[in-house]
C-alpha cells in the first residue's frame, strides 16, 4: 500500500488533533482496557508504534499513572524528528532511558506487555507483515490496542470521495482490513468503538487543513472546488462539526495448543 510521510503534513495534523477530541476519546478507551494492568506487575514494557510526536502517549501516560520505576518505553516513528520530539515528551513518565526499535537495546528486549498503535496501521506497507511483526514482540500475557477508523468513518467516507474521484481505491488500510488480518491469526479480539468530535471554525483555509492531512500530495490531482463542498453537510452555524467514531481493537494471543 501508499506511504505517508507525516514530516510533511506535520502543521495539518496538529490542526485535526488540536480541533479533535479523537486523543481525549482514545485515552479514555485504553485506560479502561488497561484498568487494573500494572497491579502486580513490577516492570511493563510498552511500544508505542507510529507514535508522532508522542503527544497522544503524553495523554496515555498521564491518565495511567504508571510507576515511573516500573515502566520502560520503546518508541518507533518513521519521521525522526518527530520521534525524538516525543522521546523528549516522554521521558518523565519512566526512569528508565526510552529505546528505538532497532537499536540494542530494543532487541535485549524481545516482548512487550503493551503496545499500542494508535491510528497508524493505515500506512503500513505490508498490514499482515506488520501486525505478523507486532505480535511476534506480545508478551503472552501483554495486549496489543489498536485504533483505526472503518468506512463507516466520516474522514474515511472523506477518503473515498477523494480517491473515486481518481478512479482509484483508498490506498490506505482501514479498520476492517485489520480485522480480517487479526481474524486470521490465533488471537483473541475485542472491539469497541470509540467517539469523537471534529470542531473547527469554518474557513477554507481549515478546511483545506483537514484535506491536506488526508490527502497530503493526492490533492494536487483532485478538483479543490468538489471537495471543499464535502465539508458542507457538516456546518453548524460558523463551525464545522463533525461527529463520528473509530474502532478499537484489544489483541492478546491465545495459548499454543
Ligand atoms: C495519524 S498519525 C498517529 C500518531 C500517534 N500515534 C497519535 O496517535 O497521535 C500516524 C503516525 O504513523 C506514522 N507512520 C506512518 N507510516 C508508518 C509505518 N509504516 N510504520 C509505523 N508508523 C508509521 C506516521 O509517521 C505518524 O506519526
Known amino acids: 500500500m501508499a506511504t505517508k510521510d507525516f514530516g510533511a503534513i506535520e502543521t495539518d495534523y496538529a490542526f485535526f488533533m488540536s480541533n479533535a477530541t479523537e486523543a481525549k476519546s482514545d485515552v479514555e478507551e485504553y485506560a479502561r482496557q488497561l484498568n487494573g494492568f500494572a497491579e502486580g506487575r513490577e516492570l511493563i514494557h510498552l511500544l508505542d508504534f507510529g507514535c508522532g510526536t508522542g503527544e497522544f502517549s503524553r495523554q496515555l501516560l498521564e491518565t495511567l499513572a504508571w510507576p515511573k520505576e516500573s515502566l520502560y518505553l520503546t518508541l518507533f516513528e518513521p519521521v525522526d524528528h518527530q520521534q525524538e520530539i516525543a522521546a523528549r515528551r516522554l521521558c518523565r ?24 498503535s ?17 505480535l511476534e514482540r506480545l508478551h503472552a500475557e501483554g495486549r496489543m490496542l489498536l485504533a483505526m477508523a472503518g468506512h463507516e468513518n466520516a474522514l474515511i467516507k472523506l477518503w473515498k470521495v477523494g480517491f473515486d474521484l481518481l478512479n482509484q481505491p483508498i490506498p490506505f488500510y482501514i479498520a476492517e482490513d485489520v480485522a480480517a488480518v487479526l481474524a486470521d491469526h490465533n488471537v483473541s479480539v475485542s472491539t469497541s468503538p470509540s467517539h469523537y468530535q471534529l470542531r473547527f471554525p469554518d474557513s477554507e483555509e481549515n478546511r483545506w487543513k483537514i484535506l491536506r492531512f488526508l490527502f497530503d500530495d493526492y490533492l494536487r490531482q483532485m478538483p479543490r472546488e468538489q471537495l471543499l463542498r464535502e465539508f458542507d453537510q457538516y456546518v453548524q452555524d460558523d463551525h464545522i462539526e463533525i461527529n463520528t467514531f473509530s474502532d478499537h481493537f484489544v489483541v492478546q494471543l491465545n495459548p499454543a495448543t
Not at 118 to 134: G, M, P, S
Open 118 to 134: 494508535n491510528h497508524v496501521l493505515y500506512y503500513a506497507e505490508n498490514l499482515t507483515q506488520t501486525i505478523e511483526q507486532l
Open 93 to 116: 513518565f519512566s526512569d528508565h532511558a526510552i529505546a528505538s526499535l532497532g537499536e540494542a537495546s530494543f532487541d535485549q528486549r524481545p516482548t512487550f506487555d503493551v503496545i499500542v
